[in-house]
């Protein structure tokens, strides 16, 4: 991902702004995903994720800006490269008086499918999604997560270049977000650019290429999973159990230079300091002088959610 | 065409959620049965016995056909467009390479596949019952053609006003349209534009044509009328399909609709006798007060060429204040659209009461005109560049009934009948535009100078604020408020 037209890239965005009356949802954004990337889109509520992703989609009038899917520009009037691009949002738009199967089987006559090939396409995504055995029942009657994965049927149904989700792993089940992440490690190898906003910054190292922080609009901060991660490899955070609690322990420990972050529960400690083997030791020994008794001594690299802590964004915008 | 109907994805949706094959089987079941028992057999036994009131059963098929194509097809497109629009369905669909005319055609078959196969049902079997009773049968079917292609235009604009009006305005179109229909006899003889659009539901309808009474030129010319408005409303809800961005109607559509009101409208005054029938009873208005009030609603409908075309350069501006690459075509000026609309106005009185018109008259219809259309605009610009939403409407509300209502209030409170009769009523009333234009019409005496001195001073009043809160080059554009 990055700014600029490149080679093989499927979605580009190029300056894009989105006003509503009284905010500037989006501000001058742009970016780029090629074949094969996935770029995770985080940030607080209200940052401007869904508008930008229904700008990518077509959906939302934008003030200015534009969106090139496979380097031809985007236009609203424009029916040619709608088969190209998939978009579920949060909460997926149904009919949900039709049962699971009725309602692919009009995606797909929407996509121009003819009824043979349809109906093999809508077996093979019900059957990828995981809900063959509910094709027969009304939408109404499925849960919220069977709900979610209806919309990502019909996301994928036309075999879109471009995918775009919208907080897809929302009401999903701890198994389903297992094969949810697997499903989109697939869609990466088969050579689709996706961009998948998301609050569960945990899993995403595992399924993005790329992350993109937004906050009021813009985006302040992108790169791979590992540029964003590496940002902040200076420091690190260490967990520290004790034999035995001691009172005033933290305003003891915010002594030693170098310590921010103290959290002390009891026995266990935990806290940040400077990155590597020679600090660690250094780290232990200053414990040891102040007298106390250490079990256990880790440290932990910094993850997304310290990266996007640390990047200074308001919970919500 | 058969392929944009009989393919059409969101028609074959549409057609699933209202019961699909299984309850139009049941419908046309129930009307077989009840066609059958009430209506085809009576009308044989009334044959047999009294051959006089041969083919009273066409007037059930003719008045199913109304209740079918006038009010359950216009009603159920309008809720299924509403329906999708609000729970977000739409945006699905935008994103099908679905163009726009398959998805309004998808509307207006879908939904209504079960009444438009009993309506087919109904011409089929009525067509059977006059050929039974001896009534020449390609009258009856031109009547049900009247009916459906009347219809079709309902159709097409409640499906634009599904899109164009939150919360189900197509539906509030078709309630709308219902007590003018019912009433077209009575307001035709003011607005003949409506008795041209509403010639076969006026007082000899549809039905006294399957009779054979009458002459079918009235609805020739309806239908024609039809089928442009219909093509208008039918592209501005194609527009409003694809973006909601985007108002439904262009200026230049806009002003298309001002020019065919106008041509209405003249040609229901010019040729009234084959409009107005002679039963309507009571008298017809005079042509001068036709003219007056028909030129008064198409002022009223020049706003939206002139707003549309306000607002698209507005937002171009600012586009370009944005990004100096901008490269799009400077949207038409709202002045080119008063002066177009002011023309086609003017227009109405030499076309339609060329016989009874003055110079100096279309002078002051001319200066009404550009005055109330420019107080309009500026109005809307002021309130797009201080960042407040009132409505354009209401103002129109404000200053075409404020002072009539005025002067009844001033009346009420005794103010005004301690001074000689219209002194002071007729000056305030002659503030609003449309009361202008009727005395400029019909009452050349009345006093006009105030009234159309405060009509040219408001235009003045708000061109004169619009430039004064005009947007600083060197700042932000006016719709450019804080981030959070």
């Known amino acids: 991902m990055g700014e600029g037209f490149q080679s093989n890239e499927l979605i580009a965005l190029d300056k894009i702004n989105v006003v509503f009356p009284r905010l500037f949802a989006v501000r001058n954004v742009s970016l780029t995903v090629r074949a094969g990337e996935l770029l995770g889109l985080v940030g607080p509520n209200g940052a401007g994720k869904t508008t930008l992703l229904r700008a990518a989609a077509g959906i939302q009038p934008m003030l200015s800006g534009s969106v090139r899917i496979m380097r031809r520009r985007l236009l609203g009037n424009e029916t040619e490269l709608l088969p190209h691009i998939g978009f579920t949002p949060d909460i997926p738009p149904a009919y949900n008086a039709m049962q699971v199967r009725d309602f692919l089987r009009f995606i797909a006559m929407g996509h121009g499918m003819s009824h043979s090939e349809g109906a093999e396409r809508i077996g093979f995504w019900l059957d990828k999604v995981w809900l063959t055995d509910k094709a027969g029942h009304k939408i109404a009657s499925l849960s919220r997560g069977m709900r979610q994965r209806v919309g990502l049927a019909r996301t994928l149904l036309p075999n879109p270049a471009v995918v775009l989700l919208d907080e897809p792993s929302g009401g999903i089940d701890p198994a389903g977000r297992v094969q949810f992440r697997e499903l989109l490690c697939d869609l990466r190898r088969q050579g689709k650019a996706l961009i998948v906003s998301s609050h569960i910054l945990s899993d995403m190292p595992q399924y993005c290429s790329h992350i993109a922080m937004m906050t009021k609009g813009q985006i302040v901060k992108s790169g791979t999973v590992e540029q964003i991660m590496e940002s902040d490899a200076l420091r690190c955070r260490y967990k520290i159990v004790l034999a035995a609690a001691r009172l005033g322990l933290a305003d003891d420990l915010s002594a030693i230079d170098g310590i921010t972050a103290i959290e002390a529960n009891h026995a266990t400690i935990t806290l940040e300091y400077f990155n590597g083997t020679d600090h660690a030791s250094v780290l232990l020994e200053s414990l040891m002088k102040r007298g106390l008794r250490v079990a256990s001594f880790t440290s932990e690299q910094m993850d997304l959610e310290a990266a996007y802590l640390r990047a200074g964004i308001n919970q919500v915008d | ?484």
């Open chain 2, 1 to 484: 065409m058969s392929q944009l109907i009989l393919d059409n994805a969101i028609g074959w949706a549409h057609f699933q959620l209202r019961g699909g094959r299984k309850l139009l089987i049941w419908f046309l079941t129930i009307f077989a049965i009840i066609t059958m028992s009430l209506v085809l057999a009576p009308a044989a036994l009334v044959n047999a016995f009294a051959p006089g009131l041969q083919g009273f059963g066409l007037n059930f098929f003719l008045g199913f056909e109304i209740f079918l194509c006038l009010l359950v097809g216009p009603i159920l497109t309008a809720h299924a467009i509403s329906t999708d629009v609000k729970e977000r369905m739409v945006e699905s669909h935008r994103l099908m390479p679905v163009s726009g005319s398959e998805a309004i055609l998808g509307y207006a078959f879908g939904p209504n596949a079960i009444p438009l196969t009993l309506f087919a049902a109904s011409v089929l079997v009525g067509s059977i019952d006059a050929a039974l009773s001896g009534v020449i049968v390609p009258r009856f079917v031109i009547a049900s053609f009247i009916i459906v292609c009347f219809g079709a235009l309902l159709t097409v604009i409640a499906a634009y006003g599904a899109f164009a009006v939150k919360r189900s305005g197509g539906i509030w179109i078709v309630v709308a349209a219902a007590p003018i229909l019912g009433n077209a006899t009575s307001i035709g003889p003011f607005l003949p534009a409506v008795a041209v659009f509403c010639t076969p539901f006026m007082r000899k309808t549809v039905f006294s044509m399957q009779a054979g009474a009458d002459e079918p030129v009235a609805y020739l010319v309806s239908e024609l009328f039809g089928v442009l408005a219909g093509t208008l409303f039918f592209i501005g809800a194609r527009r409003r399909y694809r973006s909601t961005d985007e108002p439904g109607f262009t200026p230049w559509m806009g002003t298309a609709m001002v020019g065919i009101w106008i041509a209405a409208s003249a040609i229901g005054i010019r040729w009234s006798n084959l409009f107005f029938w002679q039963s309507v009873g009571g008298e017809q208005a005079s042509r001068n007060a036709q003219w007056a009030v028909s030129a008064s609603v198409a002022l009223f409908f020049s706003a939206t060429p002139v707003l549309v075309s306000g607002r698209l350069r507005q937002m171009h501006d600012i586009r370009r204040r944005l990004n100096p690459d901008f490269a799009e075509k400077r949207p038409v000026s709202p002045f080119i659209m008063v002066m177009c609309c002011t023309v086609l106005i003017l227009l109405l009185g030499p076309l339609a009461v060329s016989d009874q018109i003055t110079l100096q008259q279309l002078l002051l219809i001319a200066t009404v005109v550009v005055a109330s259309l420019f107080s309009v605009r500026y109005w809307e610009r002021v309130t797009f560049q201080t960042r407040r939403r009132y409505s354009s409407a209401l103002y129109r509300y404000v200053a075409w009934g404020g002072p009539p209502l005025l002067a009844l209030l001033l009346e009420w409170l005794h103010v005004l009948p301690s001074m000689p009769e219209g002194l002071l009523a007729d000056p305030i009333c002659a503030c609003s535009p449309p009361i202008a234009l009727y005395d400029i019409a019909c009452a050349p005496g009345n006093p006009l100078f105030l009234g159309i001195a405060v009509q040219i001073g408001l235009a003045l009043l708000w061109g004169a604020i619009a430039y004064a809160t005009r947007p600083n080059r060197q700042k932000k554009p006016a719709t450019q408020p804080d981030a959070g």
